[in-house]
């Protein structure tokens, strides 16, 4: 029988638990609200992920992670394009590049990364296709799913907490002016860094993240960070409207407007 | 005859309808709702819409509270109601700490988009369990400028005091200008 439905019915976190316990084999497809996700998995444990179209292949990941340059993995699909993941695998360890602990961290890391995110996917369908396994010329791993559940579920509830503090990505930033607060006396890394020379009010945090290449929740985390050692604050991002009465008090003059605030206060007084 | 508007703000459940009850010449007119999601359902009903109260002040002057809704999903609604106020209550549970981070949050949205003066009101300080103003102050990370007043938002005295020191607030800003 299909095993198919809707996430906001069965979440993500019970169809692993499912999947676990019923120890089953096959792959699980998740249509989420912007793009689609496949996660593989043999005798319940998890094996092989690939999220829309990203470039899941050997030489995709270790670009992504950095172990590689573009211009490395370029020169590898052009000289080894033909080649299966377990063949280029063998080829950068014979080549003296990597190692295979290497690899398999890499593949590894890459797979828990998509899984964690789709913890958050709250919205869309799920099918599960018992049997159906990844293509073969790909490398998979095989990690117990019960670890991989209690991770997710810890990062969902840090998702929600971000989401929660920090509702808004369309607002801007911009550093606080205030003595002491000096991001340069900060010590920061790469990835925020990366975030805070683009802090200006003319650039939502969308924006910013879009640049930089990071997902919501990488983006919020930094953001979550600097808002919380007070070195920036959320503003209305430059050029963004005012709702069009705002600020507007009725009378236009200055002891009018006193005089109005002033009726208020003694009514309410009197209360 | 002239209208002028504030806004009550906050997490669900906070006591937003209870303040505006609280002063409303009135009855609230409240859209609540029977609430359907299991997870919020630590009370009967929430408002679906918003409040709305009034205060007639004089012949050509009224003040209207609008409640903003408590429940997430309703978020939409913010932008409309923060249109030309004069300023904003953001209204905490002070005995539900999960509710802090929301009420952070609701207060940034709600500055970035409403650049007006505002106050935060400690709600329920009647519980027990309520955290004091003092350390609410430090779980918001507000600073020192912004005025938290201790509420209880059915008791009507209470209630006064924070739209006065609201007031204060909004008189003082005029003469800075
Ligand atoms: N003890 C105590 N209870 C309060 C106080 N203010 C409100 N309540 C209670 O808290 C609950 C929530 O109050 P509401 O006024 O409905 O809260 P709300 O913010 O309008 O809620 P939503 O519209 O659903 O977001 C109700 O049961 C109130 O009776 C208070 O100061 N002290
Ligand atoms: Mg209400």
Known sequence: ???????????????LNLINLARKTGTLTLEGPNEAAWVSFREGKLIFAQLGNEDGTLTGILLKSGKITAKQAQLIKSHAGEKSDQELGLMLINAGYLNQHDILANIRQYILDIVYRLFTWIEGYFRFDADVLPPDDRITIRLDLENVIMEGSRRIREWEQLQEEIPNLDMALNFVDRPGANIRDVNLNVQEWKVVSYINP???????????????LEIRRIVYGLLQAGLVEVVRPVGMPLPPQARQLPPVNKEQQASLVNRLINRIRSL | MQTVKMVVTGPFNAGKTAFIQAISEIDVVSTERKISSEAERVKETTTVAMDFGRITVDDDLVLYLFGTPGQKRFD??????????????????????ETFREAKGILQTF???????????????????AWTVEDLRIALKLDRKIKMLPCVASDRESVKKVLLELLYSILEEMKEK
């Open chain 2, 111 to 129: 500055r970035a988009y409403a650049p007006t003066p505002y106050v935060v009101a400690a709600n329920k300080q009647d519980r027990d369990d």
């Open chain 1, 202 to 216: 003319k650039n939502t945090i969308r924006q910013i993240a879009k640049t930089n290449r990071m997902n919501d």
């Open chain 2, 76 to 97: 939409f609604m913010w932008e409309i109601l923060s249109e030309g106020m004069l300023g904003f209550v953001v209204i905490v549970d002070s005995a539900r700490p």
């Open chain 1, 1 to 15: 029988m299909a095993l198919k439905g809707n996430l906001r019915d069965f979440s993500v976190t019970q169809l």
